[in-house]
């Protein structure tokens, strides 16, 4: 597994949410942040060791590594479990003991500390999938940007019957996997860049939770992964930069029936007038 350091920063209050944003766009895992004072606030992130030359720019007030076991402990000591899709499912870690998994109940691997369901994105998104299950048939769904399989797992739990599953990254590929199979629930995962990737089929509900400055490239071609007139989810995007993906959407044929913020965080909810060629 790629070796994970963690940085911190004391930053001025009212910054957090762009120098937040930054760090997405970098490709750190998470961020966390605390409020010292109404004026400065201690900010967290977790990466991969291999972005530690861009993090190192940003002059970090300490950096240090992260095992594998430690970050599996602290994160099993902080998460007791949190509700998405309207408070209709529960995401806790996964029983150390074998038992059969309650209804409306998804486990995460405890190394799944990234992507559990805590981040506005994620909440967003999941709620926004349990709407278009209730507003239209959803027979299927590309999750573009996996991270743990969180949202094609909500998706399985919603009754959709065909979940595919992509990232570039690696360990996220194994941790969606991981959970698939913890859950008994079928992901068809696959390895690749959502910006090569070719689509295996067009979808009725496509998912794309990602940094803003991937989804600009990847609008453009995003219609070849839908199915026309279904629903179609993009996050990821901080609020400073939703004006300029909303234009992007708009030139590329795209209804948005809804932009919604949470917590400085956009979402963006609505359907691709036409499809791609086959």
Same mark, same amino acid.
């Given at each position: 597994?790629?070796p994970?350091?963690?940085?911190t920063w004391?930053?001025?209050?009212?910054?957090?949410?762009?120098f937040?944003?930054?760090?997405f766009?970098?490709?750190?895992y998470?961020?966390?942040?605390?409020?010292?004072?109404?004026?400065?606030?201690? *900010?967290?992130?977790?990466y991969?060791d291999?972005?530690?030359?861009?993090?190192?720019?940003?002059?970090?007030?300490?950096?240090?590594?992260?095992?594998?076991?430690?970050?599996?402990?602290?994160?099993?000591?902080?998460?007791?479990?949190?509700?998405?899709?309207?408070?209709?499912?529960?995401?806790?870690?996964?029983?150390?003991?074998?038992?059969?998994?309650?209804?409306?109940?998804?486990?995460?691997?405890?190394k799944?500390?990234?992507?559990?369901?805590?981040h506005?994105?994620?909440? +967003?998104? +999941?709620?926004a999938? +349990?709407?278009? =299950?209730?507003?239209?048939?959803?027979?299927?769904?590309?999750?573009?940007?996996?991270?743990?399989? %969180?949202?094609?797992?909500?998706? $399985? $739990? *919603?009754? @959709?019957?065909?979940?595919?599953?992509?990232?570039?990254?690696l360990?996220?590929?194994?941790?969606?996997?991981?959970?698939?199979?913890?859950?008994?629930?079928v992901?068809? @995962?696959h390895?690749?860049? @959502?910006q090569?990737?070719?689509?295996?089929?067009?979808?009725?509900?496509?998912v +794309?939770?990602?940094?803003? @400055?991937v989804l600009?490239? *990847? %609008?453009?071609? *995003?219609?070849?992964?839908?199915?026309?007139?279904?629903?179609?989810?993009?996050s990821? =995007?901080?609020?400073?930069?939703?004006?300029?993906?909303?234009?992007?959407?708009?030139?590329?044929?795209?209804?948005?029936?809804? %932009?919604? %913020?949470?917590?400085?965080?956009?979402?963006?909810?609505?359907?691709?007038?036409?499809?791609?060629?086959d």
């Amino acid at each position: 597994m790629t070796p994970i350091l963690e940085s911190t920063w004391v930053i001025p209050t009212n910054l957090v949410g762009q120098f937040e944003d930054h760090l997405f766009n970098v490709g750190v895992y998470s961020v966390t942040t605390f409020n010292r004072s109404p004026s400065e606030t201690d *900010l967290t992130c977790t990466y991969p060791d291999t972005f530690k030359a861009d993090i190192a720019r940003l002059n970090p007030f300490s950096t240090r590594p992260i095992t594998d076991a430690d970050w599996q402990n602290r994160w099993l000591d902080d998460y007791s479990g949190t509700r998405l899709c309207h408070d209709r499912l529960l995401i806790e870690p996964a029983p150390g003991t074998k038992i059969q998994r309650p209804e409306n109940t998804i486990w995460l691997d405890p190394k799944s500390a990234f992507g559990d369901g805590h981040h506005p994105t994620t909440r +967003a998104c +999941a709620d926004a999938i +349990a709407d278009a =299950v209730c507003q239209q048939p959803i027979i299927s769904m590309a999750d573009l940007g996996c991270g743990t399989g %969180i949202l094609s797992l909500v998706a $399985a $739990a *919603l009754g @959709v019957q065909t979940r595919f599953a992509l990232d570039f990254d690696l360990d996220s590929v194994n941790k969606t996997r991981q959970n698939s199979e913890l859950n008994h629930l079928v992901v068809q @995962v696959h390895h690749g860049d @959502v910006q090569t990737t070719t689509p295996p089929r067009r979808f009725d509900l496509v998912v +794309a939770n990602l940094q803003s @400055v991937v989804l600009e490239t *990847l %609008i453009p071609t *995003l219609h070849a992964w839908c199915n026309p007139r279904h629903r179609v989810i993009l996050s990821g =995007v901080h609020q400073t930069w939703a004006p300029q993906i909303e234009i992007i959407l708009k030139d590329n044929q795209f209804n948005i029936f809804k %932009i919604d %913020i949470k917590n400085e965080w956009a979402i963006f909810i609505g359907e691709f007038r036409f499809a791609g060629p086959d």
